[in-house]
């Protein structure tokens, strides 16, 4: 049995067993184990497993001590092929798919979860779900085989499909070994920063301190974590503001400004990293929270609940390496430019993006007369669509020197303003717009089961950011659209790029017996948390995984991806 070739698919049927074949089942004996790390032992080493989904699995398997080198997770792969084909918001549950197979009534998706704090261990409990056998798992997996074959560039799409259940793994993978985290640093951070509790539950003495000050300001009391009360004080002194944001305040001449934008600091890491959030979400030296591959339009990752990607600079110095070990921290450099060099295929743009300089600098000789900021309006501007002002002048000078990867973000604006569907470089499909009969009423088109979090993440379908939503894809603004859409393909195809970077780094640890443990990423920053002697052969593993994923993503094209890489003890010295 454990010469068997090929896949194998693993499935919980609902009676309390989990089966697992060989595919196609044809080429081996079926299993009937109680525990699903049972089958993945008796299968080969290097198998790839077929199943509902990585979060409903893999937990369960490292728990028992079980690593998984391949998967194709089935849920997933639906909500990728479902966008490809255009078929927004129907249902992607394995369940669901097996349904559409058959013309049978098709179930809805079960309702998302809520990440809990206090409970790290059950953070990857499986969604209730309608239960579905084996056979019908290996049938939906071989119609998505045949619909992945179908798309405009099949290698490209099963490659998307193939990284994003990696990242399932090493979410998972992460979320068990957690980012190492000193609460007692930490404490002494929000004591040093907010000064001491007092009883009860009233702010902390520095916060209070601070709010006494706005208030003398104002000659009365004001309640400076409310935006109407502020806003309301400024319009009793003369002053009208449309919001509290620190750049409309900070210019005024008000006694109050100063230590109302002091009080907001401090106030937003007493609610989002404070003593209630260290006792919620840090147990044991580790912060575990739950990674969502893919959790927004244009495949970034987010967190369900704990903010992980959203952590203060400040706060940041509470998280250390263990004893004798290190963290390596390291980030793309200018990773979104080089990516639109590689996806345009405009010769000079790959040119200088392939150089082994900074890339801005690099551009700002091709039409800027030296001048690096310049560049980086232009080529930010030209993502971004800053289209107007010293934003058309700098971009129609990007368009002199590289025409083919203006036209390339132009040509996405253009598709989004049309409403056709926009895709990543592998085929992620960002949706067409809503429109004002399908949308009912909510904010700019933002959809009304975003399942939006007290931490700024959300769901909808496998996971949405409100912040992704804007300038909104489904805007009844055409113009907003083809912003989005510009961004889309280069933001996206890095996503991909980074997806296949993170499968290579992973699968490059676990080949060279490496201690090292994957503990965090977010868009363009990875730390891998390691002994210190393994600290320079991290380093190194990066940097070829970038290398690696440039090649796999993009083809054989002269564009670089380097890494700027810390060794540190604590991840606040890395920046």
């Known amino acids: 049995m454990s010469d068997a070739p090929g896949p194998w698919a693993l499935a919980e049927d609902g009676d309390g067993w989990w089966h697992a074949a060989p595919v196609p089942p044809a080429t081996g004996p079926r299993l009937r184990v109680r525990d699903p790390a049972e089958a993945v032992r008796a299968a080969p080493a290097a198998t790839r ?26 849920e997933d792969a639906e909500l990728l092929l479902l966008g490809h084909e255009g078929r927004f918001g129907e249902p992607r549950s394995a369940a669901a798919a097996w349904a559409r197979l058959n013309d049978a009534p098709v179930p809805a998706d079960p309702p998302q979860r809520a990440a809990e704090p206090g409970t790290q261990d059950s953070l990857f409990d499986p969604r209730p779900a309608v239960p579905v056998s084996l056979d019908a798992l290996i049938a939906v997996h071989a119609d998505q085989t045949r619909r992945l074959a179908a798309t405009a560039h099949p290698d490209r799409m099963r490659l998307l499909t193939a990284s994003e259940s990696a990242a399932f793994l090493i979410a998972a993978e992460m979320h068990r070994a957690g980012l190492p985290w000193r609460a007692d640093v930490h404490r002494a951070l929000l004591t040093e920063l907010l000064g001491e509790r007092y009883a009860g539950r009233g702010e902390p003495r520095r916060l209070a301190a ?116 290190r963290l390596v921290v390291a980030d793309a450099d200018q990773m979104e430019p080089r990516v639109l060099a590689a996806i345009s295929r405009d010769p000079a743009f790959m040119e200088v993006a392939g150089r082994a300089e900074d890339l801005y600098a ?5 039409g800027f007369s030296g001048d690096r900021e310049q560049a980086k309006i232009a080529v930010l501007g030209a993502v971004y669509g800053q289209t107007s002002g010293d934003g058309l002048k700098n971009l129609a000078a990007l368009r002199r020197r590289f025409p083919q990867a203006v036209a390339c973000v132009d040509e996405a604006a253009r598709a989004g303003e049309e409403g056709r569907l926009v895709r990543t470089w592998l085929g ?58 510009r961004n889309f393909v280069v933001q996206g195809s890095a996503a991909d790029w980074a997806l296949l970077m993170l499968a290579a780094l992973r699968q490059s640890l676990a080949s060279a017996g490496m201690r090292a443990e994957l503990v965090f990423f977010q868009h363009d920053e990875v730390i891998v948390h390691c002994p210190a002697e393994e600290a320079p052969a991290v380093a190194g593993a990066i940097r070829a995984a970038a290398d690696r994923a440039g090649r796999l993503t993009f083809g054989d094209t002269p564009v670089r991806f380097p890494f700027s890489t810390a060794v540190v003890e604590c991840y606040a010295d890395a920046k």
């Open 49 to 74: 497993w077929i199943w509902r989904s990585t979060a409903a699995v893999y937990p369960r398997l490292l728990a028992a001590g079980v690593r998984v080198e391949r998967c194709h997770d089935v």
């Open 428 to 485: 992620r499909t960002c949706p067409p717009p809503v429109t004002a009969a399908e949308d009912d009423g909510g904010e700019a088109g933002l959809p009304q089961d975003s399942g939006e979090r007290p931490d700024g993440t959300g769901r909808q379908g496998r996971g949405m950011r409100p912040d992704a939503w804007t300038p909104s894809y489904a805007s009844a603004d055409t113009r907003a659209r083809g912003r989005f859409t």
């Open 210 to 325: 601070l709010a006494d000050e706005v208030s003398a300001a104002f000659g009365r009391r004001v309640r400076p974590d409310l935006p109407a009360d502020v806003i309301k004080a400024f319009a009793e002194a003369g002053i009208k503001l449309r919001s509290t944001r620190r750049w409309e305040i900070q210019e005024l001449g008000h006694p109050a400004v100063e230590p109302l934008i002091a009080y907001k600091k401090l106030y937003r890491i007493y609610t989002a990293h404070g003593w209630s959030w260290l006792a919620d979400w840090v147990h044991d030296g580790r912060f575990r929270p739950e990674f969502l591959p893919g959790g927004t339009l244009t495949g970034r990752w987010v967190t369900n609940g704990g903010g992980a990607l959203q952590i203060p600079k400040v706060i940041r110095r509470a998280v250390v390496a263990d004893p004798g070990w």
């Open 362 to 366: 690099a551009v700002s000789r091709q």
